[in-house]
């Protein structure tokens, strides 16, 4: 859905004074373990000093152009970038009564995708796109164990977290292999609060179940001002076949009608079943997921009679991801996919997408991916469009 969700509860003001003061600490750690360095290659300085904190940064950017064919292929390069600030408090080391961790993600994005105006697709061409530029507190969330089985973690909350995730596509570029925004779900950009818990029945069965306020502005603090909820559960099998990984999971979505932008909407079902599977590894491999692995998933979705021209419906992706091809690039992969989505705008009704890139470790802290997309009828009723880009991306 590429309308953003209307903010009832403000405090998008604040939320971009807490993500700028987070990136002044950080900024503030980062440079003082820098000044130890010079003494100390160990380069460990945090984690001696401030042990209860951990500090995650990492920043993507990318240059998409639209070759050829789209809404338009006239000055249609275009860089947009995302900047993912983390911090983890450990409550324990930190001297809390209370348990577990909490954790706090800052988000800034700038610059333009070329979805809206060059594409023209509804499934959104890269997962950085998040129609307009934001500083916000994305998600903030208190996580413990009750029991050594049991995980439940509460607040401001990305679902694709660990609902219809495959670790498998998690490089590809196109939204659809992760979650688009086109569904609406509380996912990048607009998290929302929520509550998850995460139960091991056994070491390879795990249980999944969540709730969020539905609808929320990730400006916001997580909260819609509605009363819409979604519900998902989740079911997730690891096994071993001739000894190599393998994933199935099948769940079940439902989330309420509401409104977006004024416009009603109906209650929405939706189904899960995701397969990935490593099904050959390079002889002598040190690397547990090196080698060839394979991964599909189908989401049939029922969205009722009031439908947003904006959404989708059910959806299918498939692909192949092949990490150390090349002798002597281990960490490198190439991957190739396949996504579907029904659409209610009239024309094809369908948008698909093929996708290929390869994915270059240049360095332990920095990733460049060229990629290559072909989007056949985006939103159904405008011509085949050919996107060609490449991705940086580095931690610091």
């Excluded at 380069?43 to 001696?48: G, K």
């Excluded at 071993?240 to 909407?265: C, F, H, K, M």
Aim: proline share 3%; glycine share 10%.
């Amino acid at each position: 859905m590429r309308k953003d969700v209307t903010n009832r509860w403000g405090g998008y003001s604040y939320s971009r004074r807490i993500v700028a003061a987070c990136v002044l600490f950080a900024l503030a750690l980062r440079v003082g373990s820098s000044r130890v360095w010079a003494d100390d290659l160990s380069n460990d300085w945090l984690a001696r000093n401030v042990p209860w904190l951990t500090v995650d940064s990492v920043y993507t950017g990318e240059v998409f152009t639209n070759a050829r064919g789209g809404v338009s292929s006239k000055n249609a390069t275009h860089y947009q970038g995302l900047l993912d600030l983390g911090l983890t408090v450990d409550l324990a080391r930190l001297g809390c009564i209370v348990p577990g961790t909490f954790f706090l993600l800052g988000q800034n994005t700038h610059g333009q995708g070329i979805t809206d105006e060059f594409v023209g697709d509804t499934l959104v061409l890269s997962n950085l796109d998040a129609s307009r530029n934001v500083m916000q507190v994305s998600e903030y969330w208190w996580e413990f164990s009750p029991h050594d089985d049991v995980t439940l973690r509460l607040g401001k909350q990305d679902f694709n977290t660990e609902f219809a995730f495959i670790e498998s596509a998690g490089d590809f570029v196109q939204s659809t292999f992760g979650l688009s925004p086109s569904t609406a779900f509380p996912t990048y950009p607009n998290q929302a609060m929520g509550a998850i818990a995460l139960v091991d029945l056994t070491e390879q069965l795990r249980f999944k179940a969540g709730v969020w306020n539905a609808f929320a502005s990730g400006s916001s603090w997580g909260l819609s001002g509605s009363d819409s909820v979604l519900l998902a559960t989740e079911l997730e099998l690891c096994y071993s076949w001739a000894d190599l990984p393998g994933t199935v999971a099948v769940g079940a979505i439902y989330e309420s009608n509401g409104r977006i932008d004024g416009q009603p909407i109906s209650d929405v079902h939706e189904y899960i079943f995701q397969w990935e599977q490593l099904v050959f590894r390079k002889h002598n491999s040190t690397i547990t997921e090196e080698g060839l692995s394979l991964f599909c998933g189908y989401y049939p979705r029922f969205p009722g009679e009031q439908k947003v021209d904006e959404s989708i419906g059910s959806s299918f992706v498939a692909g192949l991801v092949y990490r150390g091809l090349v002798p002597g690039r281990e960490d490198d992969s190439l991957g190739a996919g396949y996504a579907t989505a029904e659409l209610f705008r009239g024309g094809t009704n369908r948008e698909s997408i093929f996708e290929l890139y390869y994915r270059i470790a240049a360095t332990s802290s920095l990733i460049i991916q060229p990629d290559l997309q072909y989007i056949a009828s985006p939103s159904g009723i405008v011509r085949d469009a050919l996107a060609l880009g490449v991705r940086v991306q580095t931690d610091w």
